[in-house]
């Protein structure tokens, strides 16, 4: 049971740091924004790439006031929210196996 503990512990740690990296190309994708970028070179576009599955369902909703987007900030708050959640599910079971 050490094993499945360990396995969740090591999970936990692995999706949370996966959940850090989106929150950080969300953080260069706003700053890239502000610049008059090239949607056309690869780093942009790869980041594009990345992060419009996740912006593009909010953009559809009306958080837009003037000119000022808030999807990227609902878009922090729900990769926190689920972070969290998912990571929180996976520290009890690695708790439950004796992992932790």
């Known amino acids: 049971m050490f094993i499945i503990g360990q396995f969740f512990a090591s999970l936990a740690i ?3 740091m996966i959940f850090k990296v989106i929150y950080f190309l969300l953080v260069i994708r706003i700053i890239v924004s502000w610049f008059q970028a090239s949607s ?8 594009y790439r990345i992060t419009d599955p996740i912006l593009l369902p909010l953009r559809r909703l009306p958080l837009q006031v003037g000119m000022i ?13 689920i972070d969290s959640f998912v990571v929180g599910i996976l520290q009890r079971l690695a708790f439950q196996f004796g992992g932790v």
Request: hydrophobic fraction near 60%; glycine fraction near 0%; charge should be negative.
């Open 40 to 47: 056309f070179s690869e780093p942009i576009s790869l980041l």
């Open 14 to 16: 692995l999706v949370s």
């Open 69 to 81: 987007d808030f999807s990227p900030v609902v878009a922090f708050i729900l990769i926190s929210f």
